[in-house]
């Protein structure tokens, strides 16, 4: 279809095409499907490797086998061991004789076999079967074929192999990226695209980073064709093989993709897996490439014992050396500081989708999504609403004005705080009289940032304000009162002996009771080495006071939120004018209330007369595996937290939140649920041996169960359910694309939705699944308006914040929520990438005149558009799937307390972040914070500023 084809309208560009037969043309590949017997036997030789490792999360080391098909056959081969349909895929035919010793040498060295006394001529039975299996020769344009109203019905394989030819494809042309530029795109054997002949560097040299772009098939709901996706990010390089955990090589010969390989072994010491070395050398195959990987990573680990030694010495330790890295690019792990920032930028993405349709032409058809009609709510930090005609006088006055920066914006913002009223009404709508916020601290700085922040959220005069210990400080009359306490022995990073003594010496009344809601605002650090070392033996994290006393005062029913004291240093915090950390502590201390304002009730008003969104009830279910940590052994534990708005009974009333959790599973009101949870500990394992399914199907009921006890709390009012996508759809078959049109007869999955079982007036009206996944959702690059007159030229723009409905070819569609990140969208320093790339980048210039210095930007993160898919489910007549859509892109729009967006719906992200505060969850590093220093790598003086993750 061509943009004359279309209606008029606006619509999203994205990085996402549809996958025709056309597309990939006569693009085959090769395939062995293994039967149940051969399976059998690997299911056998993977019991063998966790036997030997004695470990039961070890797994066959099939990578051996791969990394030599890969070297061997000229690159691209994946192997997919799953039961349903094990498979062995490869871009060039695989040769029996050849696979037949390649996986004789995977079985023998994985279970301690020398490789000198390994026989080849005696294969073992897996082997045989393996190199017996008749390989096919498929075309996949003819697996790419659609069926009418049905989602699309391709192979895994296919899935798996799609992108090798077409990354071949556009690594063939040149990429320009400006009038006078192109860059040079390299295949790998992921099936994504490099530029590795056009690294990034800082200004000093020595520090690379490349572009690289990854292609991904994927299915949308009642789309026919599966949807080929496209993301580039930037992929920083580490000065030193033995920390990273990937790397990058330039195979030899001709039209070799490059390769990418895993490193084994623990950080300090990580190489190519020797296991693959030795069968390569057996083979007497080229595996030079390998060998350039296992001396660099030995040279390394040489390097390292001599820092410590110079170290242990007291002498100048000597350094990764920083030059080009040649044959091998080693992957720098993502949460470590770095010269080069993140993301390519929005440029960089929009010039992608311009290659992509140059190189395909005709057959690349884009996914369509047409922009809804819809009004997203005003928020309070919004620009003011003014018409023309004021706009005009307030222009004119300030021109008139000798100075007339002292009238301020000519469209003013409000304040994020909710109003006095507004906070005691949702008090009041929760059967309390009065909100008491206790505010505990150690350093007077913490103190008084506390008072300032009250003062101005309550617009209190701060002139002689110093309340005593104790002392009833009132914001809003009698209605919401603060308390200040100093908690120093309750609130100091240290052992957790002794708090609960030391929180009543302070007197603080911090039980709710007699028509009182209390919460406390509590200071908090992060414990330095200092601390450490004076508790000698106890790691800094159970010296961290905040899990300590989150979890005591949730045993005590009290909401918390903390503000950090000092920094990572320990040195006191020190705000800027606008003391940002403090604001949102107590916004969020609202939010651990459960305080629902009015702004909420406006974002849920009915666009239009029809299905009552303001009626119902919304629920978030947030669901999340909590892996294994060092010294578990038990199986994986699933936590489920949950939250509820309700609407109020009568019209122009309150909203109320509720919330539940499964250690504590109650709904309760949400101030109570949240401590309540806070205080249990996460689930343990119950030591029965469960299968995947079977643990899933588990965490499924214990929702089915919550419904049920919802839809009697609530008595008689209709909800509906936002899930996560990512988290939730292996518990619910009916969440899957490929289940859509399908039944509950047609799935693996004990309940096919949340609330599937429940009688009719008790199960959801509908379940709305949201997908942030920047691999799963199509990448926006820009918007195209057509004009209804025929003659008028499509009208471009670069960015889009609105609700867009994905065309369909049958069924329910799917909806995307267009985002611009804060950083890009709230002044100019943060848009870069927005006219160029990378490539261009600015460098810095010092100068003594401050309007002619400027900061180099490539340390700089460079943000692009993010996007969320919401797909409502009906699951009762009579529900507007599009008014749900409106109504989840509102409540990400308008959040709780926050002046930008959230990726969640305000009940899914109030749900997720009581798992985000919970005592046993990982601090993790506050934006502020810098990140972690690259491994063997030391900061001098001389280099950029460290780029920070987005």
Not at 132 to 140: A, R
Not at 660 to 673: G, I, K
Request: aromatic share 8%.
């Amino acid at each position: 279809m061509t943009q004359q084809d279309r209606e008029p309208g606006k619509y999203l560009n994205t990085l996402a095409f549809r996958c025709t037969p056309e597309l990939v043309g006569d693009a085959a590949v090769h395939v062995r499907h293994f039967d149940e017997a051969t399976w059998k036997l690997w299911d056998d030789f993977d019991r063998l490797c966790k036997k030997k490792f004695r470990n039961d999360s070890a797994q066959a080391p099939y990578s051996i086998a791969t990394t030599v098909l890969n070297m061997t056959s000229g690159g691209y081969v994946y192997f997919d061991p799953d039961r349903r349909a094990p498979f062995l895929a490869s871009l060039n035919p695989l040769d029996d004789k050849q696979l037949r010793r390649v996986l004789t040498l995977t079985y023998h060295l994985a279970l301690g076999q020398d490789v000198s006394t390994i026989d080849l001529t005696a294969p073992p039975e897996l082997a045989k079967r393996f190199a017996d299996t008749p390989e096919h020769k498929y075309s996949l344009a003819a697996y790419l074929q659609t069926t009418k109203n049905a989602q699309p019905t391709a192979p895994n394989w296919l899935y798996r192999t799609v992108n090798w030819q077409l990354a071949q494809q556009l690594a063939a042309e040149p990429w320009a990226i400006s009038d006078s530029r192109t860059v040079k795109l390299r295949p790998d054997t992921t099936g994504g695209l490099v530029a590795l002949d056009d690294p990034w560097t800082n200004e000093q040299g020595g520090r690379y980073a490349l572009s690289r772009t990854a292609l991904t098939l994927k299915t949308l709901p009642n789309v026919a064709n599966p949807v080929l996706l496209l993301t580039s990010r930037v992929t920083r390089i580490s000065s030193s093989l033995v920390f990273s955990t990937t790397a990058l090589a330039e195979q030899p010969g001709e039209n070799h993709p490059l390769l990418e390989v895993a490193l084994n072994g623990r950080g300090g010491a990580r190489t190519i897996n020797r296991l693959a070395l030795q069968a390569l050398g057996r083979l007497e195959m080229d595996y030079s490439v390998l060998r350039t990987i296992d001396k660099r990573s030995q040279a390394e680990q040489k390097l390292l014992a001599e820092v410590a030694k110079a170290k242990a010495e007291g002498k100048e330790p000597p350094r990764f050396p920083r030059e080009h890295p040649g044959q091998v690019w080693p992957i720098l792990p993502k949460n470590f500081s770095f010269p080069i920032g993140t993301g390519p930028g929005m440029e960089h993405l929009r010039l992608l989708h311009q290659h992509f349709t140059k190189v395909f032409d005709a057959d690349a058809v884009p996914l369509e999504a047409r922009e809804v009609r819809m009004s997203l709510p005003h928020r309070p930090t919004d620009p003011e609403n003014i018409s023309k005609e004021e706009e005009r006088r307030r222009k004119a006055e300030r021109k008139a004005h000798p100075e007339p920066k002292t009238l301020g914006p000519i469209r003013k913002r409000g304040t994020l705080f909710p109003t006095s009223e507004s906070i005691f009404a949702s008090v009041e709508a929760a059967g309390f009289k009065k909100l008491r916020i206790l505010c505990l601290w150690y350093e007077d700085d913490a103190r008084l940032r506390m008072l300032d922040t009250f003062c101005k959220s309550f617009d209190l005069n701060p002139a002689g304000l110093n309340p005593k210990n104790g002392q009833e400080l009132q914001l809003h009359g009698d209605q919401i009162v603060a308390e200040f306490y100093e908690a120093a022995d309750f609130l100091k990073p240290g052992p957790s002996g002794g708090r609960r003594e030391a929180l009543a010496a302070t007197s603080a009344p911090v039980r709710s009771q007699d028509g009182v809601l209390v919460a406390a605002w509590c200071e908090t650090e992060i414990p330095t080495s200092a601390v450490g070392e004076e508790h000698a033996g106890i790691s800094l994290d159970d010296l961290d006071a905040k899990p300590q006393t989150r979890n005591l005062l949730g045993d005590l029913g009290v909401p918390t939120q903390y503000l950090r004291g000092k920094d990572e240093k320990g040195v006191v915090f020190k705000p800027k004018a606008k003391d940002h950390p403090a604001e949102m502590a107590l916004l969020d201390l609202y939010r651990s209330l459960g305080i629902v304002d009015d702004r909420i009730a406006d974002a849920l008003r009915p666009e239009k007369a029809g299905y009552p969104v303001d009626r119902i009830a919304h629920v978030g279910i947030h669901i999340r595996q909590q892996n294994r940590r060092k010294g578990e052994f038990s199986q994986p534990k699933v936590v489920i937290t949950a939250s509820a708005l309700v609407p109020p009974q009568a019209a122009g009333g309150t909203w109320t939140m509720l919330g539940w959790s499964s250690t504590r599973p109650e709904w309760q009101l949400y101030n109570f649920a949240q401590p309540a949870f806070h205080a249990s500990a996460y689930p343990e394992g119950t030591g029965d041996r469960k299968t995947y399914r079977q643990r899933w199907d588990d965490a499924a009921e214990t929702v089915e169960r919550a419904l049920a006890d919802l839809a009697d709390e609530l008595d008689g009012t209709p909800y509906v359910v936002t899930v996560d996508e990512q988290a939730s759809r292996r518990m619910w078959d009916g969440l899957q694309n490929m289940r859509q049109g399908g039944s509950p007869g047609d799935g693996t999955s004990r309940y096919w939705l949340p609330g599937t079982t429940l009688s009719r007036d008790e199960r959801p009206q509908a379940v709305i699944r949201i997908n942030i996944d920047g691999e799963e959702v199509p990448q926006p690059v820009s918007t195209t308006r057509l004009a209804k007159a025929k003659s008028s030229e499509p009208v471009e723009q670069d960015t889009a914040t609105t609700l867009y409905q994905v065309t369909t070819d049958f069924g329910t569609p799917a909806w995307i929520l267009c985002n611009v990140p804060r950083a890009f969208d709230g002044n100019g320093v943060g848009r870069l990438g927005s006219k160029y790339t990378r490539w261009d980048a600015q460098v810095s210039v010092m100068s003594d005149k401050k309007e002619d210095r400027r900061k180099g930007e490539m340390p700089q993160n460079w943000y692009s558009m993010t996007a969320s898919e919401i797909y409502p489910l009906a699951c009762a007549a009579g529900v507007s799937e599009e008014a749900l859509a409106i109504t989840t892109a509102k409540l990400c729009h308008q959040t709780q307390f926050w002046d930008g967006r959230s990726r969640f719906p305000l009940p899914l992200h109030a749900a997720k972040q009581m798992d985000l505060d919970h005592p046993q969850y990982r601090r993790t590093a506050a934006p502020e914070e810098a990140l972690n220093a690259e491994p063997g790598v030391e900061e001098t003086a001389g280099d950029e500023p460290i780029g920070e993750e987005p």
